[in-house]
């Protein structure tokens, strides 16, 4: 039987080899925003393809690690987690992470927050957006892009 932490990281992989097929290089000075590989729109389902921020969704994962992931989808840039309560908490909470761009950037990511009575403070989701914002960079300037 495949352990939780196990399943997660592989989940994580298969993740963040995708999403790193689809950030390709990252501008002259290593600031900014990383190009995309050419995507076409799906045709069949109506949905386009959009290139993900790597640092932003390796940094969800991370902070968001005591929720269990549910789906994930590189190629729309959405993870879907379900209820799970944070260490020393007492309120299960469900997110939703969706990285719309490629930039590392505020704008580049939403995040819906919810308890099993209904939405999360807003003061939690920000919160949570800020630490997965200072967790993305700090990938980065740990990849030495800074």
Do not use: H
């Not at 999403?19 to 000075?29: D, E, G, H």
């Not at 590189?74 to 299960?92: D, E, K, Q, S």
């Not at 919810?114 to 939690?124: D, K, L, N, S, V």
Request: glycine residues 8%; positive net charge.
């Amino acid at each position: 039987m495949i352990g939780k932490n196990v399943l997660r990281r592989l989940i994580f992989g298969i993740g963040l080899m995708a999403t790193l097929s689809a950030c390709a290089v990252t501008n002259s000075l290593g600031i900014g925003r990383s190009e995309p590989a050419t995507v076409q729109p799906s045709r069949t389902r109506g949905v386009e393809n959009v290139a993900v921020n790597r640092y932003l969704w390796a940094a969800s994962l991370d902070v968001l690690n005591f929720l269990p992931v549910e789906t994930v989808d590189p190629f729309t840039g959405v993870i879907v987690m379900g209820f799970g309560t944070p260490p020393g908490g007492n309120r299960a909470y469900r997110a939703t992470i969706a990285i719309t761009d490629p930039a590392l950037d505020a704008r580049s990511l939403n995040v819906a927050l919810i308890t099993q009575t209904g939405p999360a403070a807003t003061e939690t989701t920000r919160a949570i957006e800020d630490a997965i914002l200072s967790r993305a960079r700090q990938l980065r300037i740990a990849d030495g892009l800074l």
